[in-house]
């Protein structure tokens, strides 16, 4: 079954304290994107990839790192969470940058204390 | 940075009647997109739209490409209870390869 899985599902944490939100799609795409959903804003671009190896930021960058080692693996770092950093969590695929049928996960609740 | 709005946030409706809800941005974007999101779940891509005044059409869903690419609509006819969630525009900017996203319209389909 084509998918996106994110890991973990939910997750409450302290300020300051590493974390990883894991993410992989089994479509062999090359587009692959983290977006934070906060109630009012919609869902806002965090950093996109294009291939791998190839990243870039999107509208809210600060505060969270990526890596695209792998073409299906893509995780989302947060080095230093901070409570503004509570929020929910989507990564998504699409089969390239111009197609623009974009594959979401289920997402990732992250509450940062 | 770029913004797009919709209207209206939120919408309580009768089974059965027709839906139109609209998304507008202060620049151009190359696609439009109009997703929806149920509870507990991530978006759904429901029309994508790739060319000024283009108006396309999935099932009871339509939706239109503005001619200034600085619009887009949707329309839901005949509502049913699975309607119910929430409706994203996403804008497509070629040139930075981003996708940004409305706020939403929360939908409510009353029996």
């Keep these: 079954e084509a998918q996106v899985t994110q890991n973990p599902r939910y997750l409450i944490t302290v300020t300051g304290k590493k974390l990883t939100v894991t993410c992989s799609q089994n479509m062999n795409h090359e587009y692959m994107s983290w977006y934070r959903q906060d109630p009012g804003l919609g869902l806002r671009q965090i950093y996109y990839s294009m291939n791998v190896e190839v990243t870039d930021k999107g509208d809210v960058p600060e505060g969270y790192k990526v890596s695209r080692k792998e073409k299906r693996n893509f995780p989302l770092i947060l080095e230093s969470p901070s409570p503004n950093q509570t929020s929910l969590y989507f990564c998504a695929s699409s089969f390239d940058g111009t197609a623009y049928e974009q594959y979401f996960g289920p997402g990732t609740r992250l509450t940062v204390t | ?111």
């Design chain 2, 1 to 111: 940075g770029q913004q797009l709005n919709q209207s209206p946030q939120s919408m309580f409706i009768q089974e059965g009647e027709d839906v139109s809800m609209n998304c507008t941005s202060s620049s151009i974007f190359n696609t439009w997109l109009w997703y929806k999101q149920d509870p507990g779940e991530g978006p759904v891509l429901l029309i994508a739209l790739y060319k000024a005044g283009e108006l396309t059409s999935n099932g009871r869903l339509t939706a239109q490409f503005g001619i200034t690419r600085k619009d887009s609509f949707l329309n839901i006819s005949a509502s049913i209870p699975s309607d119910v969630g929430i409706y994203f525009c996403a804008g497509f900017d070629n040139y930075g390869q981003n996708f940004v996203f409305g706020p939403g319209t929360r939908l409510s389909v009353l029996p």
